[in-house]
C-alpha cells in the first residue's frame, strides 16, 4: 500500500507524507481567489476553499451554483481563470487529470469512470502510470483483494463492471483511488445513486478514511446527510462561497435558506408530516394487471406487474436506477410494446394502444429525460409548447399552423408557469433545466389529463423550480388527476405520494401507504430483500 | 467439369484466397484499430486507392517493390491525418468526413496517376517458398508459398491480436474507444492516442492499396481498388473487431474473388456478372445486420464508436 502512495507521486513533488501520517499543520488541499467562467457565465467567482487531512468536508449548493466546476478544477479537468492552488502546501499547476492523480486527487464522479465490459483489475490497470508491456492483471486483482479487505470495501476484482451493482461499482471507484495512491478524495454526489442502507455505508466509509487521514471531499445537496457526516460545511450559491460552518453550528434549516438565498416551504414543514388534503377518490384510471415488456437489450424488464391509480391518487414508484421504472412509464404511455398483461386507462383497454391515442385519453406524460423525449433542444420555446396539440384547433386550420394563435398560446404557456425566458423565440437549450421542466411540465397538465406519468420530474432542477414542480403535481392531484409518479428521490416520494410501490428487477416488492412507510423498510425492498412485515399490503 | 473440386483444385483455389484477401486484410486491420479507437473512418476506400497510386508510382520511381510499400504507408498515413485532423482534433462528423476523403482520393489518385496508367512496375511482391514449411502437405501450399506481403500480414494479425487484448498499450486503446471520459479521467492523452490510431490505420490501409498493385495486380489503373476499402469497412463488423476474425473473413472474400476466375475456367455455367456481384452483395448485408443497434451489442462494437470526445461535454 505505502509502496504506491509513494511510487505514484511524481519526483518533482516534494509529497512525503503518507494518509497515515498527515502534516497537520498544512491543509491537505487550499484553493485561494478561484475564478472560471463559460461564455458570459461565471461559474466560479474568486471561490477560497480548503480541506484538512482527517477531514470530511461538505460542499453544498444548488445545482449550477458552481461545485462541480470548482471540483473539476481540483481533479484538473479544468484550468481556471485566475487564482491559486495548493496541495499540501506547495502550489500546483494542473494540465490533466494525470497531474491532478499524480498529487493524489481522486475523483468519485457522478457517473462513474469505468469501462463496463472490463474487469475491475483492468479498469485499475488503465489508471497505472507503470512502464511495461504485459497488463499485470493477476498481480494487480492481487493486491486488489487485500486492499479491499482493508478497507473492508467487499470489490472481487475479477468482476466485469457491468455485472455490479451501482453501490459495488461505486466501490470500485473507491478502491482504485486507493490503489492509485489518492489521499484527497472527492466525492459527486455519491449518494444520488444509492439505496438509504448503501448510503450508509458509504458514510461510514468517508468518516473511517477521514479517521485513517485521508482528506474527505463531500458534494451533495442532501443536507441530512452532510448534517451526518462532514466536519464542516461551505455553502454555494452562484458562484459564491456564502457560508462555512459545522454540522453543530447549523441546521437543514438555515443550511438551505443559505443555499437558496430564501425561506423554502418543503424544508420549513417536513413533507411526510403535512396531513394530507382529503381528496374524492374515484374509480381505477390506471390499472396493470400481470403487466411485462422487455428492455432495451432483450431481456425482460417488467414481470406481471399489478398497479391500480384511483383518480386523486398519488403512487409513487421507488427503486434504484434500472430496475424497471423507464419501462413501467413507457408501457403506460404507448412508447413501449407489452408483451403480457394489459393496460386499462379509465376503464378503457389500453394495451399496446398508439402512443397519440393514450395521449388524446388524456394521459400527460413527463418523461426521464426532458431533452430526448420530452422537448426538442434545437427549436425555440413556441414550438416545443405545441408539440402536444399543434394538430388540433384553436392551434391549426386543417394543415396550416395559426402563427397567431401559436403566439398567445406559448405566451399564456409562460406566463402561467413562471418560465424565465427572453421571449418565445429563443431556443429551448439556452433554457436552464428548471425552467425547461416548467414549460414542459405546463404544456403536459394544460389539458387537465386524467392520469399523469411523471419520471423524475425535479432531476436535475434546482431547489425553487422543484417547490413548483411540487406545487404544481399537488394541485393536479386535488383537482383529480391520478399520478404515476417514478422517482430515485425518497424525499420527494415520501412529500407527494399516497402510496408507495417498491420495483426491484420489473417486480413490485410490495406497495406501502405512505402514511406508515418506513425509510429502513424501502431501503431493504429497494435492495430486493423481501419484507415480512404484516402491514406491506400487496397492491390495494 | 471433370477437374472441378478437386483437392488439387481447391487447394489452388485457398491457395489464391490467401493471396486476393491480402489487401482487403491490411485494408481491414487498419479500420479495425480505428474504430477501436472510437473513430470510424469511411474513407479507406480512398486510401486504398492512394496506397496503390503511391506503391506504384514509387516502385517505378526507384526500381524497388519495398521502396514502394513504404511510399504506400506513408500515404496512407498522410490520408488519414486529414481525417484525424478533422474528426478528432476539429471534432467534425465522422461520416461525413470518411466520404469526403474517400471521394478525394478517387479523385486525386486518378489525377496523379495518369502519367503511370498501366505501366507496369520493375519489380513486384513475388511468391518466395518458406524453407521447411512451404514442404508442409495442403497447409505449406496455401499459407507458405506466397509473397513477403502476405507474410507481413499474418504477422501483424498474431501482432495486432496480441496487442490489443494482453498489452496496457491495447487495454488503452480499447478504452478511449469504450468509454472516453473513463479513459480521460484516468489521465489517458484520448484526442492524441485517437489521432495515432486513425492516422497508423490509415497506413495499413494505404498498404492494403499496395497490396494491389505491387502483388495481385502489379501496375495503377484507376480506381483499381474496386469497392474493396468498403468490404474491408463491412468486414471490421464482421470479425467483430478481432484481428483474427478479420483474416478469416479477408480470406473468405478473397475465396469468392478468386473463384470467381476459377469457376468461369472450370466452365461452371453461371454468369460472371453474378459472380463479381457477390463480394457487395455481401458486403450490404453484412451493414444491413449491422446496423440492428442488438446486433451491434451481441458483437461489442466500441461503445463510443464514431462519437466525437470533447471534456467540456460533462459539464
Not at chain 1, 282 to 304: C, D, I, N, Q, T
Not at chain 2, 241 to 251: D, I, K
Request: net charge neutral; aromatic share 6%.
Amino acid at each position: 500500500m505505502s509502496q504506491h502512495l509513494i511510487t505514484s507521486s511524481p519526483s518533482s513533488s516534494p509529497i512525503t507524507s503518507s494518509p497515515q501520517h498527515p502534516s497537520t499543520h498544512r491543509p491537505a488541499i487550499a484553493m485561494r481567489d478561484i475564478s472560471k467562467r463559460f461564455g458570459t457565465v461565471i461559474a466560479n467567482d474568486r471561490i477560497t476553499f480548503d480541506a484538512s487531512w482527517g477531514e470530511v468536508h461538505a460542499l453544498v449548493g444548488e445545482n449550477g451554483a458552481g461545485k462541480s466546476t470548482l471540483m473539476s478544477i481540483l481533479a484538473g479537468l479544468y484550468r481556471p481563470d485566475s487564482g491559486a492552488v495548493e496541495i499540501d502546501g506547495q502550489p500546483v499547476h494542473f494540465r490533466s487529470p494525470r497531474d491532478a492523480i499524480g498529487h493524489g486527487i481522486g475523483m468519485v464522479y457522478q457517473h462513474f469512470m469505468l469501462v463496463e465490459p472490463f474487469s475491475v483489475a483492468e479498469n485499475v490497470v488503465l489508471g497505472e502510470r507503470r512502464s511495461g508491456v504485459n497488463l499485470e492483471t493477476a498481480r494487480v486483482a492481487r493486491e486488489l483483494t487485500a486492499l479491499s479487505e482493508k478497507y473492508a470495501l467487499g470489490v472481487d476484482p475479477q468482476a466485469k463492471i457491468w455485472q455490479l451493482s451501482v453501490g459495488e461499482q461505486q466501490r470500485v471507484e473507491i478502491l482504485r483511488l486507493l490503489y492509485l495512491g489518492a489521499r484527497i478524495l472527492v466525492f459527486d454526489e455519491p449518494t444520488a445513486v444509492l439505496t438509504p442502507q448503501e448510503t450508509h455505508g458509504l458514510l461510514r466509509n468517508l468518516r473511517g478514511m477521514a479517521g485513517q487521514g485521508f482528506s474527505v471531499v463531500f458534494i451533495s445537496h442532501k443536507l441530512d446527510e452532510v448534517q451526518e457526516v462532514a466536519d464542516r460545511i461551505s455553502v454555494l450559491r452562484r458562484g459564491q462561497i456564502v457560508a462555512t460552518t459545522t454540522p453543530a453550528a447549523t441546521d437543514r434549516r438555515t443550511l438551505a435558506r443559505m443555499m437558496v438565498g430564501r425561506e423554502l416551504a418543503d424544508f420549513v414543514a417536513r413533507p411526510a408530516d403535512e396531513p394530507r388534503a382529503e381528496v374524492d377518490r374515484g374509480g381505477a384510471m390506471l390499472e396493470l394487471r400481470g403487466l411485462s415488456a422487455l428492455g432495451e437489450k432483450g431481456l425482460p424488464a417488467l414481470r406481471e406487474i399489478d398497479l391500480e391509480i384511483r383518480s386523486g391518487e398519488t403512487l409513487g414508484i421507488a427503486g434504484v436506477a434500472g430496475n424497471g421504472q423507464r419501462e413501467l412509464a413507457e408501457t403506460v404511455t404507448g412508447l413501449r410494446p407489452v408483451t403480457a398483461g394489459t393496460v386499462r386507462i379509465d376503464g378503457k383497454a389500453m394495451t399496446n394502444r398508439p402512443a397519440a391515442e393514450i395521449t388524446r385519453a388524456g394521459v400527460a406524460h413527463i418523461p426521464e429525460d426532458r431533452l430526448a423525449t420530452g422537448l426538442i433542444g434545437g427549436m425555440d420555446l413556441s414550438a416545443n409548447a405545441i408539440l402536444r396539440d399543434y394538430g388540433q384547433p384553436p392551434l391549426c386550420h386543417g394543415p396550416f399552423l395559426l402563427t397567431r394563435a401559436v403566439s398567445a398560446f406559448t405566451d399564456r404557456l409562460l406566463t402561467a408557469n413562471d418560465v424565465k425566458a427572453p421571449g418565445r423565440w429563443t431556443k429551448l437549450r439556452t433554457l436552464s433545466g428548471g425552467n425547461q421542466q416548467k414549460l414542459l411540465l405546463g404544456r403536459e397538465l394544460a389539458g387537465e389529463p386524467r392520469l399523469i406519468v411523471a419520471v423524475h420530474p425535479t432531476r436535475g432542477v434546482d431547489v425553487g423550480a422543484t417547490e413548483a414542480i411540487h406545487d404544481a403535481l399537488r394541485a393536479q392531484r386535488a383537482r383529480g388527476a391520478a399520478t404515476l409518479l417514478i422517482s430515485e428521490d425518497l424525499d420527494e416520494l415520501l412529500a407527494l405520494a399516497d402510496r408507495i410501490a417498491v420495483l426491484f428487477a420489473g417486480r413490485i416488492m410490495g406497495t406501502i401507504p405512505t402514511a406508515s412507510a418506513d425509510r429502513e423498510q424501502i431501503g431493504l425492498m429497494m435492495a430486493g430483500i423481501e419484507s415480512r412485515e404484516a402491514e406491506v399490503v400487496m397492491d390495494v | 467439369m471433370s477437374d472441378f473440386l478437386t483437392p488439387t483444385f481447391v487447394i489452388s483455389v485457398l491457395a489464391a484466397a490467401v493471396a486476393a484477401g491480402t489487401a482487403i486484410l491490411f485494408a481491414c486491420l487498419g479500420e479495425l484499430i480505428t474504430e477501436r479507437a472510437g473513430v470510424l473512418n469511411l474513407g479507406i476506400e480512398g486510401i486504398m486507392l492512394m496506397g496503390a497510386l503511391a506503391g506504384a508510382g514509387g516502385c517505378i520511381w526507384s526500381g524497388s517493390a519495398w521502396v514502394g510499400a513504404g511510399a504506400a504507408l506513408l500515404a496512407g498515413a498522410a490520408m488519414a491525418a486529414i481525417h484525424a485532423l478533422l474528426c478528432v482534433g476539429l471534432r467534425a462528423n465522422q461520416v461525413v468526413s470518411g466520404l469526403a476523403l474517400t471521394i478525394f482520393g478517387t479523385g486525386l489518385s486518378a489525377f496523379l496517376g495518369r502519367d503511370i496508367v498501366g505501366m507496369p512496375p520493375p519489380s513486384s511482391f513475388r511468391r518466395i517458398d518458406i524453407p521447411f514449411l512451404a514442404e508442409i502437405p495442403i497447409l505449406g501450399r496455401i499459407l507458405f508459398q506466397q509473397s513477403a506481403l502476405v507474410y507481413v500480414s499474418i504477422a501483424l494479425v498474431v501482432f495486432l491480436w496480441w496487442y490489443i487484448f494482453r498489452t496496457r498499450a491495447g487495454l488503452r486503446l480499447r478504452a478511449i474507444g469504450e468509454r472516453p471520459e473513463a479513459a480521460d479521467a484516468m489521465g489517458v492523452d484520448v484526442a492524441r492516442l485517437r489521432a495515432l490510431y486513425v492516422v497508423m490505420g490509415g497506413a495499413l490501409a494505404g498498404l492494403g492499396g499496395a497490396a494491389l498493385s505491387l502483388g495481385t495486380n502489379p501496375g495503377w489503373t484507376e480506381g483499381m481498388t474496386a469497392g474493396r476499402g468498403w468490404i474491408a469497412v463491412a468486414l471490421v463488423i464482421f470479425a467483430a473487431w478481432n484481428p483474427a476474425r478479420a483474416a478469416a473473413g479477408a480470406y473468405l472474400f478473397g475465396g469468392v474473388e478468386a473463384g470467381q476466375f476459377r469457376l468461369q475456367t472450370a466452365g461452371v455455367d453461371l454468369s460472371p456478372f453474378f459472380l463479381s456481384m457477390l463480394p457487395y452483395l455481401f458486403t450490404i448485408l453484412v451493414l444491413v445486420l449491422s446496423t440492428r443497434e442488438a446486433t451491434r451489442r451481441a458483437l461489442g462494437a466500441p461503445a463510443a464508436l464514431g462519437r466525437a470526445y470533447m471534456r467540456e461535454d460533462r459539464g
